[in-house]
């Protein structure tokens, strides 16, 4: 049996501006957290070897004061390292990035290995071959794995390394084109594979096509949330692997940057106690996640009085002056309060509204959108 303990998108370097004025504590933190992957939860977990499923900078062009200091991180561990590139870190032949500076940098470091082509990479003491579907590009959809050879009984366990996506998702710059089938480990009779790109579920874990046991495939998680739509703690993936026998994978969380959104949704019904209660849930949230690096993102919608909105702004205002761990994203409108005359049209069309047959998001639009010119045009603001 090879025990590996797999990781990806350390994504170091990150920015991070998400976490506004704590944005250096978060990235710093990336830094960190690799480390301790390194240096204490591999050997504390009994791992053969590490693999690095690409993106462990974030950027091409790292600085080198970045990349010194990752070689001196990563040399800090006795047991081997394997890396490949991902679309982040991509091995451009055509110039010099990240990854090609950090190979230099780490020298003759026979037991960190940068894997720079598509081959075999044999590793007799541990029984396994590594099978590195290095990207050579950003926007590389190559094919990552026609090259891999059937297998063979010198082979031992066979691990696959891959960076992209076995689905289309995503849009704009953060569009994924899937370049990856979520069978490959069977279609290449390998023992599993383990791909990095996506970072974490963006809904329902048990649900997500990250980890697809049937099909020999897991995503290895990102070991930090980096935005604030990652609201799970990063985490690294341990396998136990044997020749041709079912992979068992335990989840490691070790992540230390938490991002929570907390949505209130505001409505005619919308009660003084509620709205007390969910500033208690927030205070309490805070000190659930003292030990984290913790923001906490409130996100207001609906309709309400203006003083029910000016009571929220005081709260909020307050709970901020308190901590830095809270930002406020205002989806408000703000009901009207004098509308004379026109009162009547404007609940009549209020109910028209709701009586379509329009889905209910739609509607609720339609309501603040009418509330809000009502305000303004008619209501003498």
Known sequence: MVRVLATADWQLGKAISGAGEQSHIFREQLFLTAEKIVTEIAPEHGADIIVICGDLFDRPEASWELIERTAEMLKKTKIPIHIISGNHDALDSSQETCLWKLNRELGNQSDIIIHKTREPHHIENLGCTIYPGVLNARFDNSDQVGWIPERNKNDGVRIGLFHGAIVNFGEGDDARIKNLEPTLAIDKNLDIALLGDWHQPKGDEENSPMAQPDNRLWYTWAPEAQNLSNNKIGRVLMCDLEVSKDPKTTPIEVGKNCFINKSIEFDESYE?????????????????????????????????????????????????????????????????????????MINQISETINASEEAKEIKDLAIKLLYKYARQELGGE
């Open 272 to 344: 003084n106690e509620y709205f007390e209660s969910e500033i208690d849930s927030i205070s309490e949230l805070i000190e659930q996640y003292s030990e984290y690096n913790l923001i906490i993102r409130i996100i207001a919608s609906g309709w309400v009085k203006e003083e029910d909105y000016n009571r929220l702004e005081i709260a909020v205002n307050d709970l901020k002056s308190n901590n830095n761990k809270i930002m406020f994203k205002d989806k408000l409108s703000i009901l009207p309060t004098n509308l004379d005359k026109s009162e009547n």
